[in-house]
């Protein structure tokens, strides 16, 4: 057994399988791609959690005074309804992929309207849980875009003046000061605002990230392409090299046995084949691809016409050609002259 397969076998039923957990519980798939079904399926499974820690609190709440027995069935009512929307939404997911951001927006109101009806029923403004709707800011700035981010925040802004006006009083928070309620308020409110603006610079900042991270994957992937070709354009060379080798020694073997041959056009033919495959090869393997602008060279097009023809012509005698010049004086182009020159003797030595 390899050292790497003993490291699984005796750690991985330890911390990496709570990390897993972990993940299964609070977060997401990480190979699962779609932003909006992430988040939906993250609302969710917080919203289990908190509604868990809701019923957990209801004791507590009762002996502490901060439930009365009055509103215990509005209290228990409204966390029966969240877990019939949290089933609801469960099955959501499973019956399709497709989703919107209103629908996150929609999830979001009706957790905001549950939290702001359980504080209403437990204490209102007085109860330790209230800085929940600073939780609901930051959650609302990073999985909402960003006009109906703001919109939210407005409506939270109105759900924390609703339990403010109707359950704020000199109680458990506020009994070793004594402040105006305006003052209260526009601190608590403050509070959130600025929670809610760094957390939607700190959803600006990860998404510029996850597009820079998404523009090096494309660069990676076609770079991974470009070697594989690279790699295969190598070996096939490789293996062409060694049988023109043996053809090129033959060739000049045969010319040197042979000497009554030397003015015989197919040998001669032949040979200048060989010199020119065999130039191409050492070119190929001295090259070097270089980076960005560099493949664009400033060029003058007539200048460069004239000496791609010029070259063509020696390997060429025997065709004229006529060149006519048209409003091409002193016309310069980037261009990637080695490409093109080669493409342009190919294109004149397949005719």
């Known amino acids: 057994m390899s050292f790497l397969g003993f490291y699984r076998k005796t750690l991985g039923c330890g911390t990496l399988n709570y990390t897993s957990i972990l993940h299964k519980l609070l977060l997401v798939d990480p190979l699962n791609y779609q932003a909006k079904v992430t988040k939906l399926r993250f609302l969710s499974r917080l919203r289990s959690i908190a509604l868990v820690l809701q019923i957990l609190c209801i004791f507590p709440g009762m002996h502490y005074h901060y439930l009365g027995r009055d509103k215990l069935n509005s209290y228990v009512g409204t966390i029966v309804l969240s877990c019939l929307f949290n089933i609801l939404m ?74 403010f006006t109707y359950t704020c009083t000199q109680g458990f928070r506020y009994w070793l000061i004594s402040l105006p309620r305006e003052v209260i308020f526009l601190s608590e409110l403050f509070i959130a605002f600025i929670i809610w603006l760094l957390s939607f610079w700190l959803a600006f900042i990860l998404k510029q990230l996850q597009s820079n991270i998404d523009r090096l994957n494309q660069r990676h992937s076609r770079f991974e392409r470009l070697r594989a070709v690279g790699a295969l354009a190598a070996g096939f060379s490789h293996q062409l090299a060694s049988p023109l080798n043996n053809i090129k020694m033959r060739a000049e073997r045969f010319r040197r046995l042979h000497p009554d041959l030397e003015e015989n056009r197919d040998l001669q033919s032949l040979l200048r084949s060989v010199s020119q495959c065999d130039g191409v090869f050492k ?69």
């Not at 060029?299 to 065709?319: K, R």
């Not at 016309?331 to 093109?340: Q, S, V």
């Open 283 to 351: 070119d190929f393997f001295s090259e070097r691809v270089p980076d960005g602008e560099e493949l664009l060279k400033p060029t003058e097009i007539e200048a460069f016409l004239g000496q791609v023809l010029e070259a063509w012509q020696y390997d060429n005698p025997q065709v004229s050609v006529d060149v006519r010049s048209k409003g091409m004086q002193n016309l310069i182009i980037p261009i990637p002259d080695l490409a093109l020159a080669r493409s342009l003797m190919d294109l004149g030595n397949s005719k």
């Open 90 to 163: 469960v099955f959501r997911l499973r019956s399709s992929k497709q989703l919107s951001d209103l629908t996150i927006f929609f999830n979001l109101l009706v957790d905001l309207a549950a939290l702001t009806m359980l504080l209403y029923f437990s204490g209102g403004w007085n109860n330790p849980f209230m800085p929940l709707y600073f939780f609901h800011a930051c959650l609302g700035a990073l999985v909402l875009p960003g006009k109906m981010s703001g919109f939210f925040f407005v409506i939270l802004a109105s759900c924390m003046y609703f339990c």
